[in-house]
């Protein structure tokens, strides 16, 4: 696949996770994707850690919209420059819901072969997320 089509590929699964539609969305990775990520969180580094970890923050977390802020491709690799507006719905690391609309900033990078996601990984500003819900 050509790096456009990369980044149209992930911008369709953007477009699947701000529908709200899970399914779609986790039918852009492959079944066997790798999250590095994922480990220091204590989810497993799989499509089924990663399933935990969304699933785990759905409620803690609503009303979630993703924005795209800048997408980049190169090769079979394409980066993501977002903002993701939730509410803080929900307890977060020892944080009782506020129910404010808060957002924050996060880097994607997501690697692709034959079509599917097989490599995902991210950084988000967690920081500054937690000062909007006021952990001091």
Not at 52 to 70: D, N, P
Request: aromatic share 12%.
């Amino acid at each position: 696949m050509s790096a456009e089509e990369n980044k149209a590929l992930v911008l369709q699964a953007f477009e699947a996770l701000n529908r709200g539609d899970m399914e779609s969305m986790f039918s852009f990775f492959d079944p066997a994707c790798s999250y590095p990520d994922l480990a220091p969180s204590g989810f497993p580094p799989t499509l089924e850690g990663h399933k935990q970890l969304l699933s785990a923050l759905s409620t803690t977390f609503t009303e979630r919209h993703h924005t795209v802020e800048k997408i980049v491709a190169e090769g079979d690799t394409v980066m993501v420059w977002l903002t993701e507006y939730v509410t803080h719905s929900g307890p977060w690391r020892n944080v009782p819901a506020t129910n404010k609309r808060v957002s924050f900033k996060g880097v994607e990078c997501f690697r692709l072969a034959q079509n599917k996601v097989i490599e995902f990984r991210f950084i988000y500003d967690t920081i500054g997320l937690l000062q909007q819900i006021g952990m001091e």
